[in-house]
C-alpha cells in the first residue's frame, strides 16, 4: 500500500516501519516560511487550534490563521518574518523574530503610506502531531505604528 503522506502532516506508519512525526521547530520553520511565501497550508494547522492574540471577530481554527494573514499581507504586500533564536521545550516552540514590510494597504483605517518598518516579535506555538494547536504572541506594535507615522486614537475618542 502507497504511503500519501502530507508534508508537514503526521501519517500512519507503514507496518514494520516507525511513524513520522514532524520535529516541533520543524512544523513552526514551515509556518514561517509559508507566512513569508504568502502562502497559506492549512495542514499546518489543527481544525481547533487556537490563537490567543488574533484580533477580535477573526473565525476560529485555521479560516481565522488565514484571515489575519490574508489580513496583514493585504496592509503590508511584502510583510517577511526573519527568526533570529527559537527556543523548544517539548511540545512549545518560542521564536524571537524580526518582523519587516511596507505598508501599502489599509491598516487600522490607514491607507497605505508607503513607509517600512521593523519590529522585534516574540512567538510561542504548541504543536501536536505536526501541527500547530495554539498560538501567542507579543509584537511591538507601538513601534509599528511610529514607524509608520501614524497616531494611536486618544483616550475618549471615536
Known amino acids: 500500500m502507497a504511503n500519501d503522506a502530507i508534508p508537514g502532516k503526521a501519517h500512519m506508519a507503514e507496518p514494520g516501519t516507525e511513524e513520522q512525526v514532524p520535529d516541533p521547530a520543524e512544523v513552526v520553520r514551515r509556518v514561517v516560511a509559508c507566512f513569508n511565501a504568502g502562502e497559506f497550508d492549512p495542514s ?32 503590508f504586500s511584502d510583510l517577511r518574518s526573519t527568526i533570529e533564536e527559537t527556543v523548544v521545550s517539548g511540545d512549545l516552540v518560542c521564536n524571537r523574530h524580526t518582523v519587516r514590510g511596507t505598508h501599502t494597504g489599509d491598516f487600522m483605517g ?33 513601534s509599528l505604528v511610529a514607524q509608520l507615522g501614524l497616531e494611536l486614537p486618544g483616550p475618549g475618542s471615536d
Open 110 to 142: 490607514v491607507p497605505g503610506t508607503g513607509r517600512t518598518f521593523e519590529v522585534l516579535a516574540l512567538d510561542m506555538l504548541r504543536v501536536r502531531d505536526g501541527q500547530i494547536v495554539e498560538h501567542w504572541a507579543v509584537n511591538d506594535l507601538l
Open 44 to 75: 499546518l494547522f489543527a481544525a481547533d487550534v487556537v490563537d490567543h492574540v488574533a484580533p477580535p471577530g477573526t473565525p476560529p481554527g485555521p479560516a481565522g490563521w488565514r484571515h489575519k494573514w490574508e489580513s496583514m499581507r493585504a496592509a
